[in-house]
């Protein structure tokens, strides 16, 4: 379960653990979690981002700072690169090897940034990874869902 605090000292909403005594908030002040303080509960971490940004929304009247807790990409590992190269040069032709370079980037790690795409297109011998990208972003293959993040629609 997960909850949501005020931070006294700088009045931020914050997501935590409720299994966790303390949290530490960005300003730096340690919270103690208790049950009387928490404003919320959330089962899942993107339902506790969608709280915290509505708790900051009527607290500041602003959403625009919260950070998405759920959004964050997963860690990249070698392996998950390398099977995203295999399964791309089974594709058949250069235009469907990209489009499976995203399906697969997509898979492994759900947001995918321009170095990730670079990586895999360097890897598969095609040139021009930015021109690719954008082909696929014009052709409603891929989508930006925040700046600098991609994935497929
Ligand atoms: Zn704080």
């Known amino acids: 379960m997960f909850g949501v605090v005020v931070c ?4 931020r909403a914050k997501g935590v653990e409720l299994a966790k005594k303390t949290s530490s908030c960005q300003c730096g002040f340690e919270i103690r979690v208790h049950p009387s303080r928490v404003r919320a509960q959330a089962v899942t971490a993107r339902e506790l ?9 009527e607290i500041h009247g602003a959403p625009d700072e919260v950070q998405p807790i759920a959004a964050k990409p997963r860690k990249r590992d070698r392996d998950a690169f390398a099977r995203i190269v295999a ?4 594709a058949g ?20 940034s321009f170095d990730d795409w670079r990586r895999i297109l360097d890897a598969l011998g095609v ?4 021109d690719r ?4 972003v014009r052709g409603n293959f891929v989508y930006e869902p925040k700046p600098g993040y991609y994935r497929t629609v």
């Open 8 to 11: 006294p000292q700088c009045g």
């Open 133 to 136: 990208l954008e082909e696929l």
């Open 127 to 130: 040139s021009n990874a930015q």
């Open 87 to 90: 399964d791309a040069n089974r």
């Open 93 to 112: 032709d250069r235009r469907q090897k990209v489009r499976e370079a995203a399906e697969g980037l997509a898979r492994e790690f759900v947001l995918f």
């Open 49 to 57: 981002a969608g709280m915290v940004g509505r708790i900051n929304a």
